[in-house]
Every structure is written in structure tokens, then in C-alpha cells.
């Protein structure tokens, strides 16, 4: 057993993806018997009023710090904003989130053997080195996006001086770490290239709680609720950001005006949903529907309201993002369209699997056909759906992941302080 302080953006009560992966993560690791102790920040992205209320926040250091408890794991909220769309308020945002959570985990997690710490932000890394410095401790990096890539590829980065500081800031946070988990192969190799010590790299993909995402009726409330039962739905649910390309999907929608009964349903939050509730308010797109976050407990349904679901990533961010709501649509049992560049893990995926079509990304002629593809083919649709769902059970479920988190973490406590070269590599 090891006692492990989890340093994470995002955590429980917030609805966001990550947060829900990291709160599993947690839960899970607890049960393997390793206490954890969680600095966070106070809800901010996706806030559930009834998720809040089951986990209720209380003053610590006055409006600067709160706890909370989570199935038995403390846990302290660095108060931050609720989450905005500009650039510059977000990374004040994260210097505060630092500044409170590093002096937090230096004060109240003492007894920690261990730092887990995902990343983004990037910046997470400096937090995790000035506590390994002090308390000489070992953090284990987890990179769920390779940052600054993304940001360069999405232009929200572009001033070359700072993109030189987090050039190097990443290398030295890849040094500072005693391990880094990656979550695809192909993230690895991009690594690999980054000149980062081969040593250092453990391969464990993400997961869904194939548990609480099962294979349900294509009519349930939900669908009944929004009119959808008697309609062809192609689903995005998730984030409305960046790395998405919703230009792509209202140019595939305007080509698919011949099929009355389709339907794009986009369901989520994020920066760009204001933009694309304004592409919609003149009434161009008559078969696009969007819809607001939806409360965790609507997850299934939603999915199962989906006849194919759509992961549309923007041209260029296949190798340095992989949107894990993939495991969500195939615990889900149903097929995927992909768009996404060819070379990525995600169109790996897909076509390992063979769970649905991996498209080029940024292509309207290929969205559109592989949505009449899916609309023309119910029988090679639902065999696409089942080999996903088998794969997704085989591969990415909670507990089979969670066991080499676990046994990672052993093995770091164990080796820590000893030289790399002193020590046979970590193996996932």
C-alpha cells in the first residue's frame, strides 16, 4: 500500500470528462488499498448542482481552500472561476490553482509517498517538482495531451517565445518526473522523439466504467424527450472546443438534407458552443440539434440514443490528443465515425477494432458518406457496435486498467531515489 497525493485540475464534483476519469481512478486505487489524498479545484468546467450536493464543500482556509470528501478521500479545492472562454483569465486561473495547491499539498499531505499528477496544464509539472524537491518524494507525469503541440496546432499558441518556454518547460518536466504514463502507443513514440529517456515511458490507456455504461434501448427518455425515436441520429456528446472541427459536421448535415429522418444531435459545453448555437439561430442547419451538458446519470441514454457517434478532431491534433469518450460510445455498443488524421492512434483504433469508419479529418465528402454508409447498412452497423463492445470490455475497463496504475505505483514507491540505469525499465 502506498499513500498517494493525486494532483489534478479537475476532480469530483465537476462533471467534465477528465475529472470523471481521474474520481474513478481514485476510487479504484482506494479500493486496491492505497490511500489517496486529492488537491484539486473547486468546481469549475461542468458544474451538476445535485453532484455538489452529494459532495458538499466546506471552508478550510476561508474562501481560498475547501474540502470535501469523496467515498472516504479527502479532498481540497483550490477556488478558482467557473471556467470562461478567454485564453489569458484561464491561465491566471491555473497560476492560483498552483499557488493554493501546492502550499496545500506541502501542509496537509506530509505523509504522501507518491505524486500522480495529469497533465494539462502543462504548468501541473512544476507543481509536482516543487513538491518532489521538498517533501523528496517521486511524481509519476501522466500526459493525457501533449502540450504545447495541441495549442500550436489549434493557433491558440503562436508567439514564438512563449512557445519556446513550454518547449522547455515540457523537457524539463519530462526530466523532473520519475516515470510518465502515456496513454497510446503512438503518444509514446511522439515522446520517444521528444528525446525523452525510453525508461521513463509506461504505456496504460485510459478507461470506461463498463458498468455504469452498458448497451441500452435506441428508445429510452431521453430520445423520447427530444423527439428522436423515429430518427436517424448521429451523436457528438462531449466537449465543444477546440480540437473538435464542427465546421466539417454542418457542411456533412447541409449534404444529408435528402434524408429527412437524419438528424445531427451535439450535445455538450465548452468554448465554442456559443458559436455554434449562432450558426444555428438562422435556421440553415433545420437537422442539427444541439443540446446543453447533461447531467452524468443521462450518459447512457444519450449514447443509446445515438444509431453512430461521431469523434470529429481537427486536422493536425490526431498525435497529440486521443478523446477517450471512444470507450464511452463502444461500452455503449455503438459504431463510431472518426475523423481524425491517418496516422493517429485513433484511427488505429477504429480500424483494429474494426468498431465503425475511420475518415480523414476536416472532410465533408467523406463525413457525409460514411453517415449514408451507416444510415443504409443496420446489419453492418450493429457488427461494428458488438466488436467494439467486446474490445472496449477486453481492454479498457475500469478494474483491468486501474491494476497497472496500481502495481506501477508499487513499483515506483519501491525503486524511488535510485538511478534510473539501476533499475530495469517499467512495463505496462
Given at each position: 500500500m502506498a499513500k498517494v497525493l493525486l494532483l489534478s485540475l479537475v476532480f469530483s464534483p465537476d462533471g467534465v470528462s477528465t475529472s470523471v476519469l481521474m474520481s474513478e481512478l481514485a476510487q479504484e486505487l482506494q479500493h486496491a488499498g492505497h490511500a489517496l489524498v486529492v488537491m484539486t479545484t473547486t468546481p469549475h468546467y461542468n458544474?451538476?448542482?445535485?453532484?455538489?450536493?452529494?459532495?458538499?464543500?466546506?471552508?478550510?482556509?476561508?474562501?481560498?481552500?475547501?474540502?470535501?470528501?469523496?467515498?472516504?478521500?479527502?479532498v481540497y479545492h483550490a477556488a478558482i472561476p467557473v471556467k470562461g472562454?478567454?485564453?489569458?483569465?484561464?491561465?491566471?486561473?491555473?497560476?492560483?490553482?498552483?499557488?493554493?495547491?501546492?502550499?496545500?499539498?506541502?501542509?496537509?499531505?506530509?505523509?504522501?509517498?507518491?505524486?500522480?499528477v495529469p497533465s494539462p496544464p502543462l504548468t501541473i509539472g512544476l507543481s509536482a517538482w516543487i513538491i518532489r524537491l521538498i517533501r523528496r518524494i517521486p511524481f509519476i507525469y501522466n500526459v493525457q495531451e501533449i502540450y504545447p503541440d495541441v495549442a500550436v496546432h489549434l493557433g491558440v499558441l503562436q508567439n514564438p517565445t512563449l512557445i519556446?518556454?513550454?518547449?522547455?518547460?515540457?523537457?524539463?518536466?519530462?526530466?523532473?518526473?520519475?516515470?510518465?504514463?502515456?496513454?497510446?502507443?503512438?503518444?509514446?513514440?511522439?515522446?520517444?522523439?521528444?528525446?525523452?529517456?525510453?525508461?521513463?515511458?509506461?504505456v496504460i490507456p485510459n478507461f470506461v466504467d463498463t458498468e455504469f455504461v452498458?448497451?441500452?434501448?435506441?428508445?429510452?427518455?431521453?430520445?423520447?424527450?427530444?423527439?428522436?425515436?423515429?430518427?436517424?441520429?448521429?451523436?457528438?456528446?462531449?466537449?465543444?472546443?477546440l480540437t473538435q472541427n464542427f465546421e466539417t459536421i454542418l457542411a456533412a448535415a447541409q449534404q444529408l438534407m435528402d434524408l429527412p429522418d437524419v438528424r445531427f444531435l451535439v450535445v455538450g459545453d465548452g468554448t465554442r458552443r456559443a458559436w455554434l448555437a449562432e450558426q444555428l439561430a438562422n435556421g440553415a442547419y433545420p437537422n442539427v440539434v444541439l443540446l446543453p451538458y447533461q447531467p452524468r446519470s443521462v450518459v447512457p441514454q444519450i449514447y443509446a440514443t445515438g444509431d453512430v457517434c461521431l469523434v470529429p478532431l481537427k486536422r493536425g491534433t490526431g498525435k497529440e490528443t486521443f478523446p477517450s469518450k471512444i470507450?464511452?460510445?463502444?461500452?455503449?455498443?455503438?459504431?463510431?465515425?472518426?475523423?481524425?488524421?491517418?496516422?493517429?492512434?485513433?484511427?488505429?483504433?477504429v480500424n483494429g477494432a474494426d468498431c465503425g469508419w475511420a475518415i480523414p479529418a476536416e472532410d465533408v465528402v467523406a463525413l457525409a458518406q460514411a453517415v449514408r454508409t451507416a444510415y443504409a447498412n443496420q446489419a453492418?452497423?450493429?457488427?461494428k457496435a458488438e466488436r467494439g463492445y467486446h474490445y472496449v470490455l477486453a481492454h479498457h475497463?475500469?478494474?483491468?486498467?486501474?491494476?497497472?496504475?496500481?502495481?506501477?505505483?508499487?513499483?515506483v514507491v519501491a525503486s524511488k531515489l535510485k538511478p534510473y540505469e539501476q533499475r530495469k525499465p517499467i512495463v505496462s
Open positions: 458544474v451538476e448542482p445535485k453532484a455538489v450536493a452529494r459532495q458538499p464543500l466546506r471552508e478550510k482556509w476561508g474562501k481560498l481552500l475547501y474540502q470535501s470528501d469523496y467515498h472516504g478521500i479527502p472562454s478567454r485564453v489569458r483569465a484561464r491561465l491566471l486561473d491555473y497560476l492560483r490553482f498552483h499557488a493554493i495547491s501546492t502550499i496545500a499539498a506541502l501542509r496537509l499531505a506530509r505523509e504522501c509517498e507518491i505524486i500522480l519556446r518556454f513550454f518547449e522547455l518547460l515540457e523537457r524539463f518536466i519530462y526530466r523532473q518526473s520519475h516515470t510518465i504514463t502515456v496513454i497510446s502507443e503512438r503518444f509514446r513514440e511522439r515522446l520517444l522523439d521528444k528525446g525523452v529517456d525510453p525508461k521513463k515511458l509506461v452498458t448497451p441500452g434501448s435506441r428508445q429510452n427518455p431521453f430520445s423520447q424527450q427530444h423527439g428522436l425515436d423515429d430518427k436517424f441520429v448521429v451523436l457528438y456528446a462531449g466537449n465543444i472546443g470507450y464511452t460510445i463502444m461500452a455503449a455498443q455503438r459504431p463510431i465515425i472518426a475523423a481524425t488524421d491517418p496516422d493517429s492512434e485513433l484511427a488505429d483504433l453492418q452497423r450493429q457488427e475497463s475500469r478494474q483491468a486498467v486501474v491494476r497497472q496504475y496500481d502495481q506501477l505505483i508499487r513499483d
